[in-house]
């Protein structure tokens, strides 16, 4: 085999983990367990497939190979007998099953198995961090040193997430299952609350990070992705996908050559990509074919549809988006929706109908000391012509803000209003 | 990181000879697949040659020739954009496509360039230059 077996097998394991660890917890009914099964049959792997080459069927191997490891383990660990017995017939059971099957077998259950790990791996039993850990790690298919790079986080600490969320889910005894009934909802949201963690943070780096944490944008994607096809009926699950595929278009676009931030009306739409704007469309459409009213995640997806749709900022629907960003203000209110809200509807209506939202929340405490507040506010005095107290809005943007960019631009605005 | 999967021509796809059921279900299968799996960005097939056409370029001339073209192995049939981790993802997955034409076929990888790939080729000038044309072309069309 050639001298880059490694790099194969590497792929390989990029490409069968996630399943392979959801159909071993399956029959274990442990993470913690099914994954270091995983991990036997990967050294397995890594041991036998340079000399043997990689087989036809990769995944079955790992499959089959973690199976009899899991036998090995049980009969030679002192494990409760009940459970022992019962689990060592059930994997009796599956390999007595004909090989050939076993492929199809997988392939049966894998969705729901898939699925089932996601939904426990982001259990809210667990911290918001161990359930990042954990999914990057068991469905993303990262390992432990790329998921500190990537958080810039010490290995150890990752390490102890991960060891203790296994545990943790072990003694609670969580059931490695799709949730359903009243259940689902508060799950799923955890679920998608977790993959776009994990996006903001890939796309919060910035030039000179570790590539690994851009990279964490590709990771969430793939998962949002991966989560659209096993549950296509959820509107929401389209929805966060569409709100990463549109803001991911951006990528390119929204920092400048010596990597200053450019605002989303700056940027050189150009720039944009296409192929990601096409997909997250179309996933927005998806979601809202499904009915119903929008979620935030497709609330929040249409409003960067807006943009994405626009071949030039005046062509921006922003009648639209004010009236997306009042839904979005109804179900999950926030006062930095709300400014935002307020420059839609400036944009829609002019500057007068703005600003009286905007001055709705200069009382609100959380905002007190957030620089884009008198500065949305000193634009659309200075539209309004109100230049004084334009300049003195421009002013105090200038002492909240310590980004020297943005002071500069600020300062010109405000001599401006002479 | 993204890679541009291009299935090779033979002389059924330039004569335009459509894959049989078998095939298109084979294909739909794996299309199914990489897409469950989040890795499909886009894929086409595409029309035989003599269908297209090419621009050559000498100088500042430039003459039109229209298809089909000779050399079918040198020909695209087909290609995915994907997006994995590395090549030998993208190869591992290329390695599960069936085969798509009857007999001796090809399938080329090449990774797509991302931004950050022109390293100091693409200096900030060159950037502001191309932010200039493009602002100029995009003027010229309103």
Redesign the interface.
């Given at each position: 085999m050639a001298p880059?077996a490694h790099?194969?097998i590497?792929?390989?394991w990029?490409?069968e983990s996630a399943r392979l660890i959801a159909g071993l917890a399956r029959i274990v009914r442990d993470v913690g367990l099914a994954e270091d099964l995983a991990q036997d049959a990967l050294v397995a792997a890594l041991e036998q497939w340079p000399e043997s080459g990689v087989p036809e069927s990769p995944g079955a191997w790992l499959m089959a190979t973690a199976k009899h490891r899991a036998v090995d383990r049980l009969r030679h660990k002192q494990m409760a007998e009940r459970k022992q017995e019962e689990i060592g017939r059930e994997l009796e059971l599956e390999q007595q099953r004909a090989e050939p099957d076993l492929d199809a077998e997988i392939d049966d259950d894998i969705g729901d198995d898939l699925l089932s790990l996601i939904f426990t791996a982001c259990h809210p039993l667990l911290s918001p961090e161990a359930r990042v850990a954990l999914t990057l790690r068991l469905i993303g298919a990262l390992t432990t040193p790329e998921i500190a790079r990537a958080f810039l986080v010490p290995e150890a600490t990752v390490a102890q997430r991960i060891v203790r969320a296994k545990r943790t889910l072990a003694e609670a005894q969580v059931p490695i299952e799709v949730p359903r009934g009243s259940d689902r909802d508060p799950r799923l949201a955890s679920v998608l609350a977790v993959v776009y963690v994990i996006f903001n943070e890939g796309y919060s780096a910035t030039a000179g990070d570790d590539w690994l944490r851009p990279?964490l944008c590709?990771d969430a994607?793939?998962?949002?992705?991966?989560l659209a096809?096993?549950a296509p009926e959820e509107p929401e699950v389209h929805g966060l996908a569409a709100l990463m595929e549109i803001q991911a278009s951006r990528s390119?676009a929204r920092t400048g050559?010596?990597g200053e931030p450019i605002l989303l009306l700056d940027q050189?739409r150009?720039?944009w990509d296409y192929?990601?704007i096409d997909?997250g469309l179309a996933a927005l459409q998806r979601a809202e074919a499904l009915g119903g009213a929008l979620g935030p995640y497709a609330l929040q997806a249409a409003i960067a549809a807006c943009h994405a749709r626009a071949r030039?900022p005046e062509e921006t629907d922003w009648d639209r988006m004010a009236g997306l960003y009042g839904a979005l203000a109804q179900i999950a209110p926030s006062p930095v929706v709300e400014l935002n809200r307020a420059v839609a509807v400036s944009m829609a209506f002019g500057p007068a109908a703005g600003l009286e939202l905007v001055d709705a929340l200069t009382s609100e405490p959380s905002l007190d000391g957030y620089h884009l507040l008198p500065s949305v506010r000193g634009d659309l005095l200075a539209r309004l012509s109100r230049l004084d107290e334009a300049r003195a809005e421009f002013e105090r943007a200038v002492s909240l803000t310590d980004n020297e960019r943005e002071r500069t631009l600020l300062l010109e605005r405000a001599a401006g209003c002479a | 990181m993204r890679f541009m999967v291009m299935v090779k021509a033979d002389e059924n796809s330039e004569a335009g000879v459509m894959p049989n059921e078998q095939l298109l279900r084979e294909m739909g299968e794996y299309n199914e697949e990489m897409v469950k799996a989040g890795v499909m960005l886009a894929g086409e097939g595409l029309h035989p040659s003599s269908k297209g056409a090419r621009v050559k370029f000498s100088g500042n001339e430039r003459s039109v020739v229209d298809g089909p073209f000779a050399e079918a192995k040198e020909l695209i049939a087909g290609y995915w954009l994907i997006q994995v981790k590395s090549l030998d993802e993208a190869i591992e997955w290329v390695k599960r496509c069936p085969n798509p034409m009857e007999g001796e076929s090809e399938i080329e990888i090449r990774q797509v360039f991302e931004a950050e790939d022109f390293g100091d080729e693409f200096t900030p000038e060159l950037r502001e230059q191309e932010n200039r044309i493009r602002e100029q072309a995009e003027a010229n069309q309103q």
């Open positions: 880059d790099g194969a590497d792929a390989v990029r490409i990279a590709e994607l793939r998962l949002g992705r991966i096809g096993l390119r050559p010596s050189d150009g720039r192929v990601l997909r030039t | -």
